[in-house]
């Protein structure tokens, strides 16, 4: 536009302010590209231990379903028939009580095994550690190690990598469907399901078997870490339980800095060096791929096997183990010798959570063996509430379900009290087989004016005839107006 007094202007440039810190955007990405991590092959006591618990944990898992208890399979969870056999006993879902406490002590197990030395059951027995260590043994044994599958990865597709490629998935799917087999097999008698799944009958049963194969070769073999780091709430609440008195995997800075390359025979003390070499071993056997020179980091599995790693690495330079040691925060900044911080263990939670643990696995126990092998059932007739039969009595009619929880035949005696001349009617004593459950329809009947009207408690006992044991259960009688 033209200034209206006909005299031009001086255009003067306006330039951007710098932005204020306070006011730029950051743009956080949901979603993290990593890189695939090789992790290097170590010997030591840690990993010695890994394995050790791989056999142990795997020797478990496949061999247990195989195993018999008489004439049925020693674990079986039977969701059909609603029956739970472990070992000799017979478990119904009425028994669910002992689900919770199993799971409760799991659960308090592993708090207190977390704030005495961290996680243990992550670096050693979680399932996911153990089948990553399967596969990564598998693909170590066909590809080669670390250097050669990094070079391997990064070259050209050749007939020799499509080979060793081919192989290890051959090798990797035939565990994971080997894994899938035998959890199914907890749950359908594994002989029976190996007859099925080789005629290819049981759509189900198949279904369950590949997906769970699908989740262990998935898991295993390509998610591996990111199931650690991003996926396992574990990782996230851990450090609720973590003290500065807890046994963690610990770098030593003020041995191991300032760290630096030297030769074998180097003075490094008079050159102002550490102990660390700066070879960056540790890094390179994590599963995780973290550097645990940089302090405790919740994607720390506690394997230990970067002390094994530096371990060795102090073993050729002729210098004191345990650089990475384990160690509680509070030992490592006050000098603390192995005894001094394992004294520090009797604290005031972990002897809470003993407490409790105790407390839980012995009530627990005792329930077990005081247990009465019989569950009964009672249940109203709803369509005849009350009614008055021949002989001018007034009747009650019940269903009973009686489960014998033994693995042999029992026989059972009804009878009830709780009002002047009740009788118990049925069908005679009950038979009912190993395992197994029967329902029995039950009369109950008072003489016709005997009791007031209303509810009216009584007793229903049923009595073992064979083992003696009895199981009394409440009802009401109901006497109309």
């Not at 574990?234 to 500065?244: E, P, V």
Request: aromatic share 12%; charged share 20%; net charge positive.
């Amino acid at each position: 536009m033209q200034p209206t007094d006909g005299q031009p202007r001086k255009v003067i440039p306006i330039t951007p302010a710098e932005p204020d810190a306070s006011s730029q955007v950051e743009v956080i990405s949901l979603y993290e590209a990593q890189k695939k991590i090789y992790p290097r092959s170590i010997s030591g006591l840690f990993s010695r231990w890994r394995w050790g618990m791989v056999f142990l944990t795997q020797l478990v898992f496949y061999g247990l379903p195989w195993l018999q208890w008489g004439e049925r399979q020693m674990v079986l969870f039977d969701l059909g028939a609603r029956r739970f056999y472990i070992f000799g006993l017979v478990l119904y879902p009425q028994d669910f009580i002992y689900l919770t406490g199993l799971l409760i002590i799991s659960a308090l197990s592993l708090f207190l095994f977390t704030t005495v030395a961290g996680r243990l059951w992550c670096g050693f027995t979680c399932p996911q550690t153990v089948y990553t260590e399967i596969f990564m043994w598998l693909e170590h044994k066909i590809e080669g190690d670390r250097s050669t599958r990094l070079r391997l990865d990064n070259g050209p597709w050749t007939a020799e990598k499509i080979r060793k490629k081919t192989l290890k998935q051959l090798a990797w799917i035939s565990v994971a469907l080997w894994t899938g087999f035998t959890f199914v097999g907890y749950f359908v008698p594994i002989r029976q399901l190996g007859g099925e799944l080789l005629a290819l009958q049981g759509s189900w049963q198949i279904f369950w078997v590949l997906f769970y194969g699908f989740a262990t070769y998935g898991n295993a073999g390509y998610m591996r870490e990111q199931v650690c780091k991003y996926m396992c709430p574990y990782a996230r609440f851990q450090s609720a339980m973590f003290d500065k008195d807890t046994l963690i995997v610990s770098y030593d800075p003020e041995r191991g800095e300032p760290r630096g390359p030297r030769k074998k025979d180097t003075d490094h003390k008079a050159k102002g060096l550490g102990d660390c070499i700066d070879c960056a071993l540790c890094v390179q056997v994590c599963p995780v791929g973290i550097d645990i020179r940089k302090g405790l980091q919740y994607e720390c599995i506690g394997c230990g096997l970067c002390v094994d790693a530096c371990d060795t690495v102090m073993d050729k330079m002729k210098y004191p183990r345990g650089l990475i040691r384990y160690a509680t925060q509070n030992g490592v900044a006050q000098h603390w010798t192995q005894s001094q911080m394992l004294r520090r263990v009797l604290r005031p939670r972990v002897l809470v959570y003993s407490a409790l643990l105790l407390a839980l696995c012995v009530a627990m126990l005792t329930s077990l063996v005081m247990r009465t092998p019989l569950k009964v059932d009672v249940v109203r007739d709803r369509a005849a509430l009350s009614r008055i039969v021949a002989g001018g009595k007034l009747e009650n009619v019940y269903r009973l379900q009686i489960m014998n929880a033994t693995e042999t035949t029992q026989r059972y005696h009804i009878s009830a009290t709780g009002l002047d001349g009740l009788e118990a009617l049925s069908d005679g004593d009950v038979e009912v087989g190993p395992a197994e459950s029967r329902w029995v329809a039950l009369r109950l009947q008072i003489p016709y004016g005997s009791a007031p009207s209303g509810s009216h408690p009584v007793q229903l006992e049923v009595r073992g005839l064979t083992d003696g044991h009895k199981v009394i259960e409440k009802s009401v009688f109901l006497v109309p107006r």
